[in-house]
């Protein structure tokens, strides 16, 4: 029902933009949320755009470095990460809901099957 897609290998300073798009329903009521995981690590919170205007909150780690927007003419939701240091290596999930605390996994309603981002030289 969501489809994360814009992973790949990158090497240390490089950029991506991952993309999230949705199938069965249209994600412009929704707010989404992308997390990421490491190796061997918890899944954790990265950034929540919200439905409509699309303004977008960060977890510490993630502001500067990383931008949310969306398009919701084309059913898309970005994250655009810039300055990759190899400890950015994860999977990159994207969630959909309504979150009351954007952070908290179990607030989202939808998970898309995540895209893998490497950063190495």
């Known amino acids: 029902q969501l489809q994360a897609s814009g992973g790949g290998l990158v090497q240390p300073g490089g950029s991506l933009n991952l993309s999230c798009t949705s199938s069965?329903?249209?994600?412009?009521?929704?707010?989404v949320g992308w997390f990421r995981q490491a190796p061997g690590q918890e899944r954790e919170w990265a950034s929540c755009?919200?439905?409509?205007?699309?303004?977008?909150v960060y977890s510490a780690s993630a502001k500067g470095q990383f931008t949310g927007s969306r398009d919701n003419a084309i059913n898309t939701v970005y994250l655009q990460l810039t300055n990759l240091k190899p400890e950015d290596t994860a999977v990159y999930y994207c969630?959909?809901?309504?979150?009351?605390?954007?952070?908290?996994?179990?607030?989202?309603?939808?998970w898309g099957q995540g895209t893998l981002v490497t950063v190495s030289s």
């Open positions: 755009t919200s439905s409509k205007v699309g303004g977008t």
């Open positions: 969630a959909a809901g309504h979150p009351t605390l954007p952070l908290l996994r179990y607030e989202y309603d939808y």
């Open positions: 069965g329903f249209t994600l412009d009521s929704y707010a």
